[in-house]
């Protein structure tokens, strides 16, 4: 659009113009003017003023007002005095609505009126809710006056102002779409008219949608040792297009617990959280229940994981009644549990590694019993040898060692294979017995029994000593630190045995000081006196005793001192005396009784 074309149509159609006096000529109907082939105006206007009269009548197609138009005033003035044709001119636009649209296409026939070239917004797609920034573009930058351009769109998740305003001089406006979070995937088309011309730019608005996605939706821990703790995990993923929130996890069943997810949480698109599941039984027997998570997951507001394991009994413990059998016998043993036996009781297998030793194949353990007894049936046996039963349950063994002699021969059973005397005072003894037993069937001589460590001592036994079969002795052995600190040692007793020459028994303690007590006393300096006092003397008498002792040394400057002579469960009383530069003493203070501890 060039300002010359229309500079050219003044010259062609209009030599020279003024406002008409009187009747309305249709040739200037457009314009509102009367034209008339002259060489000047009435009242002498210049024609070039009229010219910005012209200019935004014809890009409005109908009178401007001289607010609107600018420096059309001056012709305004003019056509003041005589103006029918603008009366005639205003009502025929209005009894004519079409005269708008004539003067757009006239517009648009000089090349005046731009069209829509283009319709942009810097994003095809938007998820959830968001504000889309759009531009709208047209032919021709408007002269003198912006240009409006219609706007709308074909879908109510997405909003647009119903128009903008492309500033004269300018080829681009820009607006902005909102659109709303949507939970199908839908399309809005938006759409820009102006000079006759519409563009369309359509926007694909995703769904918003929360979901979880559960790496396993049950799990089974299978068989599992009452007491015993089982974990595994179930990863939380947020998988959808939204925010996931999930409010709160609970667990229900015996022995189920979760952690390792602190509720609520919220998970964004592909983010995801670990949830540790605990079994823990603590009873034998099968078990079940449930995770359930509460969320704002589009697909349902509950989640549920299915919980199973089983309880586990299994053997603890394998022991009997003795551990050294010399010639044929029995020993009563006793397989023990790790909790109490479910309905049914719980059947443990028996194995003997020895073929001189015979026990059951398996032995039950009774419903609510932790433990039951069975028998090992020992035979003579013509060399020392060793034989190990097992207890086995769930896939757990127990051992139990026994020593079996043969008939006749001397052996010595000892009660303990080490002593431990834990923490004693220095110079203070602690005493331990262990038992000396003859348990072959010939006598025992025990020739000598040595003592080694530091504050380690026995007594009881002299050797050498022989003692018939099942005939015992006793040995006291003492524990006597002189300084604090661990200890350890050991007796060595050399015998006849068939087990061995010398059987060794470990021995420890731990040797600790005993603890030190003291009395803090403090007190007040005597005030109103114009006596200079030295110091002060502190007197003690031990429980209920009279007498006192001054316990100072020297003369005590301070209104405080530490009594470091005291016992643990005696009792003291206290007082104290100043003393004055001069040498003299004041009258007793109060008395104080202390008890110790």
Same mark, same amino acid.
């Given at each position: ?115 829509? @070239? ?13 504000? =889309? &920034? ?11 006056? &912006? ?9 109510? *998740? ?70 015993? @703790? ?19 996890? /609970? ?20 983010? %995801?959280?670990?949830? %540790? ?10 078990? @079940? ?7 704002? #997951? ?70 609510? *019993? ?9 035979? *003579? ?13 769930? $896939? ?34 602690? !005493? ?6 003859? /348990?072959?069937?010939?006598?025992? !001589? ?26 015992? #002795? ?38 600790? &000081? ?5 009395? =803090?006393?403090?007190? =007040? ?9 030295? $110091? ?30 005291? @016992? ?12 004055? /530069? ?6 007793? &203070? ?8």
């Amino acid at each position: 659009m060039k300002i010359p074309c229309v500079s050219s149509l003044f010259r062609q159609a209009i030599p020279t113009f003024h406002a008409a006096d009187s009747g309305f000529n249709p040739e200037g109907k457009e314009a509102g003017l009367a034209f008339r082939p002259a060489t000047a105006l009435r009242g002498g206007v210049n024609p070039l003023l009229l010219l910005f009269v012209f200019l935004p009548l014809a890009f409005s197609g109908a009178p401007r007002s001289a607010a609107e138009a600018g420096g059309a005033s001056v012709a305004a003035q003019a056509a003041t005095p005589h103006s029918p044709w603008a009366e005639r001119n205003a009502s025929s636009s209005e009894s004519n609505p079409s005269s708008g649209q004539d003067a757009a296409r006239k517009r648009r026939k000089l090349g005046l009126l731009p069209q829509v @070239s283009q319709l942009s917004c810097s994003s095809a797609s938007e998820t959830g809710a968001a504000s =889309d &920034s759009c531009t709208v573009t047209l032919s021709a930058a408007p002269l003198l006056v &912006s240009e409006t351009v219609q706007l709308m769109s074909s879908n109510s *998740a997405v909003t647009v102002p119903s128009s903008v305003s492309v500033p004269a001089g300018s080829t681009s406006a820009n607006f902005t779409a909102a659109a709303a979070a949507v939970t199908t995937t839908q399309t809005a088309t938006l759409t820009a008219s102006a000079g006759g011309a519409s563009k369309t730019f359509a926007i694909q608005l995703n769904a918003w949608i929360p979901a979880l996605t559960l790496s396993a939706s049950s799990i089974n821990f299978g068989s599992v040792v009452v007491n015993t @703790s089982s974990t595994l995990y179930v990863k939380l993923t947020s998988s959808g297009t939204a925010p996931l929130t999930i409010s709160s996890g /609970s667990v229900t069943g015996t022995g189920f617990t979760i952690s390792g997810v602190a509720f609520p949480v919220t998970l964004n698109p592909g983010q %995801s959280a670990t949830l %540790s599941v605990i079994f823990d039984p603590a009873r034998a027997g099968s078990n @079940s229940g449930t995770v359930t998570l509460s969320s704002n #997951a589009h697909a349902g507001n509950t989640s549920t994981i299915g919980l199973s394991g089983t309880g586990l009994v299994v053997v603890r413990a394998l022991s009997c009644s003795s551990a050294t059998e010399t010639g044929a016998a029995s020993d009563g043993c006793t397989v023990t549990l790790n909790a109490a036996a479910p309905s049914g009781g719980v059947s443990v297998g028996l194995a003997s590694s020895n073929s001189a030793v015979t026990v059951p194949s398996t032995v039950v353990v009774p419903a609510g *019993a932790t433990s039951a007894g069975f028998t090992a049936s020992v035979s *003579a046996v013509s060399s020392a040898q060793t034989a190990t039963l097992t207890a086995t349950t769930g $896939g757990v063994s127990k051992a139990y060692s026994i020593q079996l002699n043969p008939a006749g021969v001397p052996t010595l059973r000892v009660s303990a294979v080490s002593i431990a005397f834990g923490d004693v005072s220095e110079n203070t003894t602690a !005493t331990q017995s262990l038992t000396l037993t003859s /348990s072959g069937g010939a006598a025992l !001589t025990i020739s000598s029994i040595a003592i080694s460590g530091a504050g380690f001592s026995k007594s009881g036994v002299s050797t050498p000593i022989t003692l018939n079969p099942n005939q015992t #002795a006793t040995l006291e052995v003492q524990f006597d630190p002189t300084t604090a600190g661990s200890a350890s040692g050991a007796i060595a007793i050399s015998s006849n045995s068939s087990t061995g020459g010398t059987t060794t028994i470990g021995l420890s303690g731990t040797g600790t &000081s005993p603890t030190a007590y003291q009395v =803090d006393l403090s007190w =007040d300096a005597p005030t109103g006196s114009s006596v200079t006092i030295s $110091g002060y003397n502190i007197y003690r008498a031990v429980g209920g005793s009279s007498s006192y002792q001054k316990i100072n040394p020297s003369l005590d400057a301070q209104t405080a001192y530490t009594d470091t002579t005291v @016992s643990n469960g005696d009792s003291y009383n206290y007082y104290v005396e100043s003393v004055s /530069s001069s040498g003299g003493s004041s009258v007793p &203070s109060n008395t104080l009784n202390i008890s110790v501890p």
